[in-house]
T-cell receptor, first 111, second 114 residues
């Protein structure tokens, strides 16, 4: 079967660092994507990890451990605009790049 | 500008009516997807298509139908058989390889069935 776990809510203050964890169990796994969705908007792509290790893109970094079926998104120097929902989505080349999205993590950044 | 468009942004229909949601992309992507999102929840895959004239059911295909006659277009029909159609519908197109997978989302259509 397939399962995906993320914390439902995370709260942090401006300037802080926050880590959003993701554990998954899915067939046809090739990599782990992360998406951001602001309230009322469409998801936007943040990162994709195909290999173990850390990928850094500006203030955001994403980590994958395939052996542990685990990944995380690290957000540094938090800003108010980072308040959004964050989804991890395991998937990849199998079945036309189909990814599985969970319920996501709602991040609230406070002043 | 390259992108993916959905229309309309808001759609109201009476119960029992079929309704078709439009999705167009000019990103030259082979793969396209339809998701449903309910308030406070994640995205659930309805249908996806890897190539023209071919599509596959996702996790919640019952009550929906799609077509893929052109690479650029992937319309979704919400039929009267869908028991609870009120939701936010998101279309995406994507590029994927062994080492990369990214989906680009349209702005979505909010469907309300009265």
């Amino acid at each position: 079967g397939q399962s995906l776990e993320q914390p439902s809510e995370v709260t942090a203050v401006e300037g802080a660092i926050v880590q959003i964890n993701c554990t998954y169990q899915t067939s046809g796994f090739y990599g782990l994507s992360w998406y951001q969705q602001h309230d009322g908007g469409a998801p936007t792509f943040l990162s994709y990890n195909a290999l173990d290790g850390l990928e850094e893109t500006g203030r955001f970094s994403s980590f994958l451990s395939r052996s542990d079926s685990y990944g995380y998104l690290l957000l540094q120097e938090l800003q108010m605009k980072d308040s959004a929902s964050y989804f991890c989505a395991p998937g990849g080349q199998t079945n036309a790049g189909k990814s599985t999205f969970g319920d996501g993590t709602t991040l609230t950044v406070k002043p | 500008d390259g992108g993916i468009t959905q229309s309309p942004k808001y759609l109201f229909r009476k119960e029992g009516q079929n309704v078709t949601l439009s999705c167009e992309q000019n990103l030259n992507h082979d793969a396209m997807y339809w998701y449903r999102q309910d308030p406070g929840q994640g995205l659930r895959l309805i249908y996806y298509s890897q190539i023209v004239n071919d599509f596959q059911k996702g996790d919640i295909a019952e009550g929906y139908s799609v077509s893929r006659e052109k690479k650029e277009s992937f319309p979704l029909t919400v039929t009267s058989a869908q028991k609870n159609p009120t939701a936010f519908y998101l279309c995406a197109s994507g590029t994927y390889t062994l080492s990369y997978n990214e989906q680009f989302f349209g702005p979505g259509t909010r469907l309300t069935v009265l």
